[in-house]
């Protein structure tokens, strides 16, 4: 299965949902919908069987951003990570599904009793693994939490300068990030499911007699938690990652990471292909105000402009769209850059094709990354538009 499709997502996430809403969670199911066809010794599922009720234990009925239970996540991200390496290590499936442990999961957090009660079951699953084991995955789980002081440049590239004795630590990551990408709606079918973008942008393009793309079913109730400035923002950060490993580490010789690399870029695209489509159905519906959008972003593309970061400039739309939407620090304010971003429609429509192409250079150029991102932030490259 390809779970970085939309709808295969969805399927997985329903198949899990029910499974965590029976009166008596059997923890085997849920082990046999993440590892599907593998095989795993005795010792792996006693392993894996305690580290799922540990997480059962200390998530409970907690809440992601979209409402779904919130420990549907490390679930979900373990068996992309399944889907997209065949048969990862035990050390790496219990990686995953613990990745965001030391950052959730804090004795300010919760109560005495429950902090005690996950710590002794935290303990009881670590003996399973050797000293060396035990060292190897407290310090991948270390690696893969962003402290309170840290930028999330300075977290990603944190991990990748210390990937030297942990080289699978970059696919769990991605794993992650695929599932926060899919994640970000609560659509009962995937909107691309019948359509083709592409061909939608070429009836702009070329057909004088096209009257713009029709949804089959009226505007979508808001959501509260995502709008598509809020997963374009995902999708900025699915970049800044990108450009980061591509910039830091060589994939060349790792075929599995490659693979999860690709299916984030895929599924990145796709998405910003569903942003874009939505506004062409239901916000601006004037064919002769799209094609000017098109051929703008096209131009802006083929002039280099989404080969490095740019500063903001009079008249561009798309220069300094990272810097001016996507890059403060402080969540109040960015949720602020991005509510406007969300009110300038023209802007939304060039942004998201602008990442539509960003991804697909990602697809197509083993070698590309967008110059002016590193560690410390994006910060305008001289030689950019």
Avoid: C
């Amino acid at each position: 299965m390809q779970f970085h499709n939309l709808t295969e997502f969805l399927r997985l996430s329903a198949v899990l949902n029910y499974q965590l809403s029976t009166q008596k969670i059997i923890w085997e199911n849920i082990l046999s919908i993440i590892i599907g066809n593998a095989t795993i010794s005795s010792r792996e599922r006693s392993v894996f069987l305690a580290v799922l009720e540990y997480l059962g234990d200390v998530y409970g009925q907690k809440k992601r951003r979209l409402g779904s239970l919130s420990i549907l996540h490390p679930l979900r991200a373990t068996a992309l990570l399944v889907s997209a390496v065949k048969r990862p290590r035990l050390i790496d499936m219990v990686t995953e599904l613990l990745h965001d442990n030391f950052e959730d999961f804090k004795p300010e957090r919760m109560t005495i009793e429950k902090w005690i009660n996950g710590q002794g079951k935290f303990n009881t699953f670590l003996k399973y693994f050797s000293t060396e084991e035990q060292d190897v995955l407290l310090e991948r789980l270390k690696m893969l939490s962003r402290n309170s002081d840290e930028t999330y440049y300075q977290y990603i590239g944190r991990m990748l300068d210390n990937v030297q004795n942990n080289p699978e630590i970059i696919r769990i990551k991605l794993a992650d990030r695929l599932d926060n990408t899919l994640d970000m709606r609560i659509d009962l079918v995937d909107p691309l499911e019948k359509i083709d973008f592409f061909e939608q942008l070429f009836q702009l393009m070329f057909n004088t007699y096209y009257e713009g793309y029709k949804p089959d079913i009226p505007h979508p109730a808001p959501s509260s938690a995502f709008n598509g400035a809020q997963r374009m923002y995902q999708l900025f950060k699915n970049t800044v990652l990108m450009s980061l490993i591509r910039k830091k580490v060589s994939l060349r010789h790792d075929q599995p990471t490659q693979r999860i690399f690709q299916y984030l870029a895929h599924a990145s695209m796709k998405e910003a292909q569903r942003n874009a489509l939505h506004i062409f159905g239901y916000h601006e519906r004037s064919v002769t105000k799209l094609r000017h959008l098109l051929i703008e972003t096209m131009e802006y593309v083929l002039r280099g402009g989404i080969d490095a970061i740019t500063s903001p400039r009079e008249g561009e739309k798309l220069d300094g769209l990272f810097i001016s939407h996507f890059n403060h620090p402080e969540r109040a304010i960015r949720e602020s850059m991005l509510a406007d971003l969300y009110q300038d429609k023209p802007l939304m429509i060039e942004a998201s094709l602008a990442f539509i192409v960003i991804f697909l250079r990602f697809i197509n150029d083993p070698d590309y990354f967008i110059r002016g991102i590193s560690e410390t932030g994006v910060h305008p490259e001289s030689t950019a538009l």
